[in-house]
Each structure stands twice: as C-alpha cells, then as structure tokens.
C-alpha cells in the first residue's frame, strides 16, 4: 500500500480566498488524483496528474479554478481559489502505485467557505 | 463511459448478522476493476475488496466476499458476522483496465452496524 498524508485536515475560509490542499506520498507514483466529494455525495475525480506534465481536468472543472502543481513524484498540491460556500466540499487526493490497479487515498480535507 | 449505481441509501444490520449491499454498473470496456470502498466518520476512504473483471472467480477477503455476475453487471458485497466498526459508508466503484484510470463511484450505502 501507499502512505498519504494529506494537509490540512479542515480548513475555514472566507469567500474570495484561496485555499492549496497538499498531498504527500511515501513513495514515488506516477500518477496522483484530486477528487471532491461535496456535502452528502459520492467521490468525482477533478483532475489527474502527471509528473513534468499539466494536470487532465474532468469536465467541469478548469485550471483557473483548480490549478495543480506537481513537482516530483511524490508530491502535489490542489488549489482552490476565489472560493464560494459552493466549494464547501471535501477534497482528497489518491494514488496508484504501479502495476497495483489499486487507488489509496489521503485522509481528505474538509472546506467550509463563509 | 461508466456508470455506477447503488440503489440503497442505507441500510442497517444486527450485529453478528450478515449483509449484503448492491451495485450495478456500466462499460463498454471488455476489461475493467470493480471495487467496494469504505468511508468510516473520519471520512478516510479504505479499501474493503476488489474484482478484477475477467476473473470468474469472486473476491473475498475475510468477512468480506463479493457476488460478481458479470452478464447482470452486478457487483454485490456481502459482510458476515457484523461487527460495529462496520458502520461506514460504503461506495462501489468501477475502473477501466489500463494502468491510472479514474475511479468512477456510486452514491454510496449508508450501513450501520447496530448492537
């Protein structure tokens, strides 16, 4: 399995900010995932990505909203910015150790936006 | 594209009972995962079981086994003997075959565990 320590755990912010959610992994993987889970419902994926490339957006989600920076293959960062009480949500990233067909995901961080 | 569906919202057991929560799902792909995730309270999503689609034979891993019949596209969880720290949320998900595919889920079963 992957250890994933995910920061912060929860987070209050006021509307207008922005907010980077960080994913660290104990091992190199070459793909991370940012899912959202809004109040209540299931997991949908934002984004993938890729080491030395630009993250894959899901449709309905957009790099000005989310922008993703992933820097080595062990470390990646979600941000969340001009936050509305819409984004009030629980953000988690995952990964996918190689060969494993198998996703491990961080604790999650919880938002609330005023 | 894939689809995930869990029909029950929630669903409760008696402790040391068995239970079984229901999913069915859609692809178009010959070669897919299909797994059961676990979100307790602290919302950390853990693993219960996975099923490799061209793999006849169903999953199980300790009290926990699933029903996979593939021609119905049903993927069913079964939980025996209960415990309390059952109650969680549980999510059935889909994944095309390939290496880092996203994972596709349901709405999720709400199961507690009652003593």
């Known amino acids: 399995s992957a250890v994933i320590s995910q920061k912060p755990s929860r987070d209050i912010c006021q509307r207008g900010t922005s907010l980077t959610i960080q994913c660290q992994v104990d091992?190199?993987?070459?793909?991370m995932f940012w899912y959202r889970q809004q109040p209540g419902q299931s997991l949908t994926l934002i984004a993938t990505?890729?080491?030395?490339?630009?993250?894959?957006?899901e449709s309905g989600f957009v790099i000005d909203k989310f922008p993703i920076s992933r820097p080595n293959l062990t470390f990646s960062t979600l941000t969340v910015s001009n936050m509305s009480p819409e984004d009030s949500s629980i953000y988690l990233c995952?990964?996918?150790?190689?060969?494993?067909?198998?996703?491990?995901f961080g604790a999650g961080t919880r938002l609330s936006v005023l | 594209a894939q689809t995930v569906t869990q029909s029950q919202p929630e669903m409760s057991v008696q402790e040391a009972e068995t239970v079984t929560l229901s999913c069915t799902y859609d692809?178009?792909?010959?070669?897919?995962?299909l797994f059961w995730y676990k979100q307790p309270p602290s919302r950390q999503m853990i693993l219960v079981i996975r099923?490799?689609?061209?793999?006849?034979q169903n999953a199980t891993e300790n009290r926990f086994s699933v029903n996979f019949q593939k021609a119905a596209k049903s993927f069913s969880l079964k939980i025996s003997d209960s415990q309390l720290g059952d109650t969680a949320m549980y999510f059935c998900?889909?994944?095309?075959?390939?290496?880092?595919?996203?994972?596709?889920f349901g709405k999720g079963t709400k199961l507690t565990v009652n003593p």
């Open positions: 998900a889909s994944q095309h075959q390939g290496g880092s595919e996203k994972l596709v």
């Open positions: 099923q490799e689609a061209y793999k006849q």
């Open positions: 091992s190199q993987v070459t793909m």
């Open positions: 995952s990964v996918e150790p190689s060969g494993r067909n198998i996703q491990y």
């Open positions: 692809t178009s792909e010959s070669n897919y995962y």
């Open positions: 990505a890729n080491q030395g490339s630009e993250a894959t957006y």
